[in-house]
């Protein structure tokens, strides 16, 4: 069975930095590419960031480009999103993903940015 | 960013109906187009992909078609358990986006 876990999640002042962790299991994780999504509290869906199976390549969205960091490591089957800079706009539950169709989700964790 | 515009955003139905939602892009994305079902405080659920393929597990009441720009996801005899938000993606061009999503509702 496909699992995926967040943590790292919690309250952060804005200008701070948290990393999300996602833990894999029930599928050879080093094989998928993967991606962290967003939902903003009452809000729709968002795309965060993807990366390739051998963490080679990573796409962002724009409003995070040059603050949040996608990286893996396939040795511990783990996902990680360093978010750095927050913002107030950051808010949101966060969700890992396989990135195939995005067929499998986690619960996801929530970040806030507030003083 | 590709635009996509889920029509209508809100629907109000009954069980035993028919329920057509649509999703337009702002240029074309090939089949590259899924379906998601998110219920309150729960993780979206894939439930179609490349357009028209019907996710595993998935119940064959649900379906889709389009390609290029128009896409429409449709469910023969809506459910209790279908009452939902819905999400279309594209997932053709970075960044990937979704439509703002269809709140499907009892009536």
């Known amino acids: 069975e496909v699992q995926l876990v967040e943590s790292g999640g919690g309250l952060v002042q804005p200008g701070g930095s948290l990393r999300l962790s996602c833990a894999a299991s029930g599928f050879t994780f080093r094989t998928f590419w993967m991606s962290w999504l967003r939902q903003a509290p009452g809000k729709g869906l968002e795309w965060v960031a993807n990366i390739k199976e051998d963490g080679s390549e990573q796409y962002y969205v724009d409003s995070v480009k040059g603050r949040f960091t996608i990286s893996r490591d396939n040795a511990k089957n783990s996902l990680y999103l360093q978010m750095n800079s927050l913002r107030a706009a950051d808010t949101a539950v966060y969700y890992c993903?396989?990135?195939?169709?995005?067929?499998?989700w986690g619960q996801g964790t929530l970040v806030t940015v507030s003083s | 960013d590709i635009q996509l515009t889920q029509s209508p955003s809100f629907l109000s139905a009954s069980v035993g109906d028919r329920v057509t939602i649509t999703c337009r892009a702002s240029?074309?994305?090939?089949?590259?187009l899924a379906w998601y079902q998110q219920k309150p405080g729960k993780a979206p659920k894939l439930l179609i992909y490349?357009?028209?393929t019907l996710q595993s597990g998935v119940p064959s009441r649900f379906s889709g078609s389009g390609s290029g720009t128009e896409f429409t996801l449709t469910i023969s005899s809506l459910q209790p358990e279908d009452f939902a938000t819905y999400y279309c993606?594209?997932?053709?061009?970075?960044?990937?986006?979704f439509g703002q999503g269809t709140k499907v509702e009892i009536k």
């Open positions: 490349a357009a028209s």
């Open positions: 993903a396989r990135d195939r169709w995005t067929d499998y």
């Open positions: 993606q594209q997932l053709n061009t970075y960044p990937r986006t």
């Open positions: 240029q074309g994305v090939s089949s590259y």
